[in-house]
T-cell receptor, first 113, second 112 residues
């Protein structure tokens, strides 16, 4: 069964450093997403991406965050200057249609120290 | 604002017990409803969905019915197995938005 692949599975970074979280969506999917889950809290929407541009973003997704599809297969989330409160599990997802549910990756656990 | 309220766990059941996980939602517009499951060490997997009122989603013995009048989408399974041990998330998508709104998730442990 097709999968969404995320790397790394766990990343530790120092406060103020830039991090890039990587995702390989399912190959024929057109819609891409990032979500995060702070420990013990709800899974929260960050951003959606379609046709090489952001289609929707949440208030969490401020200027410190950016997304990119640098080639035909990868989808990345960059956090420019990490803060302690960015520590969370970050999930990438993709879909071939809106409103039909997404396929999620296994997540990247980001720890900011 | 848009939100999902679901039963908080953790819940521990014996194998073959009946499971209900309650979920209610507050949504602007007419949402599509989902249950996601997260097995230990894995990502979120779509368990089942329903896109209009009175639809029943089902998968792997789990069922949930879209109840518009009570804004609910309760998950049920008649006889749970050890392999059902996981965290279960209720979620919805409002039409015109790509943002999945999740509940807090409920951890289920099934003992043999």
């Amino acid at each position: 069964e097709p999968e969404v692949t995320q790397t790394p599975s766990h990343q530790v970074t120092q406060m103020g450093q830039e991090v890039i979280l990587r995702c390989v969506p399912i190959s024929n999917h057109l819609y891409f997403y990032w979500y995060r889950q702070i420990l013990g809290q709800k899974v929260e929407f960050l951003v959606s991406f379609y046709n090489n541009e952001i289609s929707e973003k949440s208030e969490i997704f401020d200027d410190q965050f950016s997304v990119e599809r640098p080639d035909g297969s990868n989808f990345t989330l960059k956090i420019r200057s990490t803060k302690l409160e960015d520590s969370a599990m970050y999930f990438c997802a993709s879909s071939d249609q809106v409103n039909y549910g997404y396929t999620f990756g296994s997540g990247t656990r980001l720890t900011v120290v | 604002g848009d939100s999902v309220t679901q039963m908080e766990g953790p819940v521990t059941l014996s194998e073959e017990a009946f499971l209900t996980i309650n979920c209610t939602y507050t949504a602007t517009g007419y949402p599509s409803l989902f249950w996601y499951v997260q097995y230990p060490g894995e990502g979120l997997q779509l368990l089942l969905k329903a896109t209009k009122a009175d639809d029943k989603g089902s998968n792997k013995g789990f069922e949930a019915t879209y109840r518009k009048e009570t804004t609910s989408f309760h998950l049920e399974k008649g006889s749970v197995q050890v392999s059902d041990s996981a965290v279960y998330f209720c979620a919805f998508l409002t039409r015109g938005s790509e943002k999945l709104v999740f509940g807090k998730g409920m951890k289920l442990t099934v003992n043999p």
